[in-house]
């Protein structure tokens, strides 16, 4: 990545806010001088933590070329060094989260099957450069004009030194969390293998494996983790309307 900055906040007008997450505000916008549609993510700066975290997506995001995987663009200082701004490709429909509470009736199976290769093809690549996502969810899974699948949001990753090294940093949205990050075991990349399981499942189901905890979790955050551990959730919704072989996947 070069060291000049290489674009400006004047560049681009037509600011949308399309989004949010724990680090920053996303926003569509348009680069002036060739009029393309562009995802600009705006990071206040406000600790060290947070300046880290940044500077960890945007290495992250420029070295992961993948039709699968959200494009990295640029970045640059905006209001002296409080914000930082990352360009990035815009996925034009949404996350896959959108598009499974807006469906009134379940996804077909073939539709499934391609989110689901997608996802996989994306995290195998990231895997293979040793480096775990530690966010896997439908939420951080975007879709372009063609309903491709597009796996970003890398802010929580982790670069490995060797490829089966172990991460015992505990961190994740609470509802995809493997049994080993519930119990503060130390994770491989199967934690996040477990939560494409629990992405395909929601694929099919349109709710999450652990659907019954949620509510309690609210109330007592050990609930979903107890529920996790236990392995146990509902099949017969994936029986019924699905084949045996997506079902073994799930499983």
Known sequence: MSNQTRSRYEDFDSYEQVGS???????KCRRKIDNRIYALKTVQLKSQQEFEATVKEIHILAGLKHKHIIKYYDCFPCGGNTKLNIVM??????????LIRSRQQ????????KYFCH???ALNYVHSNNILHRDMKPMNVFLDD???CKLGDFGVSKVLDQPLDLAATLIGTPLYMSPELCKNIPYDA??????????????????HPFEHAILEYQKNQLALMQAVTSGKWDRDVIK??????????IE
């Open 21 to 27: 997450g724990t680090f920053g505000v996303v926003y």
């Open 89 to 98: 490709e815009y996925a034009g429909k949404g996350t896959l989260h959108d």
């Open 106 to 113: 379940l996804i077909p199976e073939a539709e499934v099957w």
């Open 119 to 121: 996802i996989l093809t």
């Open 146 to 148: 063609r309903y491709d």
């Open 190 to 207: 199967r934690s996040d293998v477990w939560a494409l399981g629990c992405i395909l499942y929601e694929l099919c189901a349109l709710s």
């Open 240 to 249: 019924r309307n699905y084949s045996k072989n997506l079902l073994q996947v």
